[in-house]
Structures are given as C-alpha cells and as structure tokens.
C-alpha cells in the first residue's frame, strides 16, 4: 500500500469513494467543507454524482432517494447542519436504507464556533430525530481511521440496512498524516428491495408511514430487534493499559490519542492509570467498562462538551465505583492537563 499525507476529510472522503459511494449530497459548513470539496473535484471524474443542495433539508432527502435506489450515498455536515437534517435521517432509519453521514462536529448549542469539540454526542446516540430508532455511531481517532471507517461504515450500513454516522472534532477533520491507500474497492452486496426499476418482479417501494396501530408497532419491534443485533454484535471498543489499572480514563476520538500519553505519564508518577476508547459510540461498549469496573477504584470520563458520554459510563458501572468528569469546551485537552487531573482525581479518592 502506498501512504499519502491527507487531511482527515480528505482521507474519509477517499475512503468513501474506494468503499464505492457514488452520490454526495450536501451543503457546505465548516468544519466539514472540505469533503464536499474534494467529492465535487473527484465524483464527476469516475461517473458519480455531486450536489450541492438548497438546504441540508434537501440534502438529506437526495440521501434518502439514493439510497433508496440502492446507490452507496453520503452527506457530510457539522452541528448545525445535522440538527436541520434529523427528520431525514428518521426518515432513512425507518425505511432501513443504509447511507453514510459524517458528522465533523463544531461547538454548540447555536451557531457555537469550528473549534473541536463533542457536544453532539447525544445527538448522535440518541437518534436525534423524532420517535423509536438508532444510527449505527463510529468515532474515529486518526486520519487513517477516517478512511477505514468510511469503508467500514458503507459495510456495516448494507449488512443491517441501517445508517450510519461518523463523528469526528473538527480538529481531525483537517489533521494531516500520512495515510496508506487502499488499492481495492469493496464488493456491492445485493438489494433485491432497492427500488432500481422494473425487473420483471414485485414492485419493490420505501414507505414509512404505517396509520394502523398495529403495523405501527410490529414494524418498531422488527427494527428494534435489528438493534439488539447490532448491540449484540458490533461494539468495538480499544483499551490501554486497563488490566492492572487503579484508574480507568475514557475518551472517544482524537482526544484519545491525547490521553494515552497522559496515562503513562501518570504510571511515571506512581498513578496506574488505563484508558477505553469506545470506537462505537452506538452501540456503546458498555461491556468494555463493566469489566474494568471489576478490577479498577474510578473511572474518568474526559470529554470535550459538559459531560454527555459520562451517562452511559455510568450506566454501565451500574454504582459500582465512582465516575468522575473532566471536561473542556471548544478546547482540545492538552496531555499534562488531563495527567494533572488523573493525578487529582487518585489524590482525592486516596490511592
């Protein structure tokens, strides 16, 4: 494989490509704009299609066409931007059409600014939209990874019939690494229910209206035993240092990377400190952090929004030990910052 210095929205849109995404359908927003840039200078090239819709309204209802003909589309935005898009991705949750939409997140609430940030965890945990569903949610941590998991992302999307999100700061939207090239492109599995014309066959149509109570409800527990699934089989998580660890940091994204030098750096200062990285934040790795909460006295939820991720820690601890929070805004946490906490955080509780 040959490796190329890229930015991070440059190498998720590379990826995206390789993975064989063929229509993207957006509106510009930083910290996000620079996929739409280089898939507006590379899909006409290769016969896809690019549109810089009116709206994110309507971006995200081209998204829902295509994926409906069975094409692998994608829209990518920023806070803003996907708040306007929810109703669409509802809309594409229930339909079960499998798409990519990427998340570059900026501070918030409001117009907030294009500094990194996390403060849409929950938006994207959560469904965001209105009703019942799930995205299927990954969180990347380098460049490299943002080419994998938009290759990932199109696989697991078609293998559950479900969208699925990427989140990444801003700040790994327009880190720049060196990035190894896949020289493949994936397969296309088969959608026998797109609605790509007549075949001689059943007309196949998206619909996600359901008016009798009862279709209503058996059509929820279809999708929710999709995501049992899912929960059952596609959380990922990395762990560090965990096994013999006093105190267990966890931290999704590029602030990970951060941390892990804080944790050998608190191990220097007689502190054994571990770190979990949820890669999936939908489905959360819970089992990752009930299995450290076994052996470990605290954990540390280190984010960079006022604390959102930290729920479903302790969720997960169940009460078992204590979860503590550190958390900055607009900010990227510095290693000797969040040293400096782990070793506050073992002083206060005695060890």
């Known amino acids: ?25 957006g509106y510009p927003i930083t910290p996000s704009s620079e996929i739409a840039e ?28 295509g994926a409906s003909a069975g094409a692998r589309v994608m829209t990518a935005s920023s806070g803003p931007g996907l708040s306007l898009k929810q109703e669409g991705i509802s809309f594409i949750a229930e339909a079960e059409l499998p798409c990519l ?23 994207a945990t959560r469904g965001g939209g209105h009703g019942d569903y799930h995205t299927l949610v990954l969180a990347p941590a380098s460049t490299q990874e943002m080419m994998d ?16 999100v990427i989140m990444a700061e801003g700040t790994l939207g327009n880190l720049m690494e060196p990035v190894a090239l ?35 409800e058996a059509r929820n527990r279809h999708l929710f035993r999709k995501y ?6 596609e959380k990922r998580a990395e762990t560090f240092m965990v096994e013999d660890a006093d105190i267990v940091v966890v931290a999704f994204g590029l602030l990970a990377r951060v941390i892990k030098r804080s944790v050998v750096e608190a191990r220097k200062r007689g502190v054994k400190a571990g770190l979990i990285r949820p890669i999936t934040l939908w489905p959360f790795p819970d089992e990752h952090i009930k299995e450290a909460a076994n052996t470990c006295k605290v954990m540390l939820a280190v984010e960079i929004n006022m604390g959102q991720m930290i729920q479903d820690i302790r969720l997960a601890v169940e ?33």
């Open 1 to 25: 494989m040959s490796k190329v210095l890229m930015k991070g929205n440059e190498a998720l849109a590379e990826g995206a490509i390789l993975a064989g995404c063929r229509g993207f359908f």
């Open 38 to 65: 280089y898939m507006a200078r590379k899909l006409p090239r290769i016969g896809g299609v690019f549109i810089q819709a009116e709206s994110e309204l309507a971006a995200i209802n081209m998204v829902y066409g």
């Open 101 to 123: 939409i990427v998340n570059v997140s900026r501070g918030g609430p409001g117009l907030g600014g294009i500094q990194p940030s996390q403060g849409d965890y929950f938006q």
């Open 149 to 164: 998991f938009a290759i990932k992302g199109y696989e697991l999307a078609d293998r559950y019939r479900i969208p699925v």
């Open 182 to 216: 896949r020289d493949e492109q994936t397969d296309f599995p088969e959608k026998p229910w797109a609605t790509n014309g007549c075949r001689g066959r059943k007309p196949n149509i998206v619909n996600t209206l359901h008016l009798p109570a009862e279709e209503l």
């Open 228 to 233: 049992k699934d899912i929960a059952q089989n």
């Open 319 to 351: 009460g078992r030990i204590p979860v503590e929070f550190y958390g900055r805004i607009g900010i990227l946490p510095n290693p000797e910052e969040v040293t400096r906490e782990i070793l506050a955080v073992a002083e206060r509780k005695g060890f």
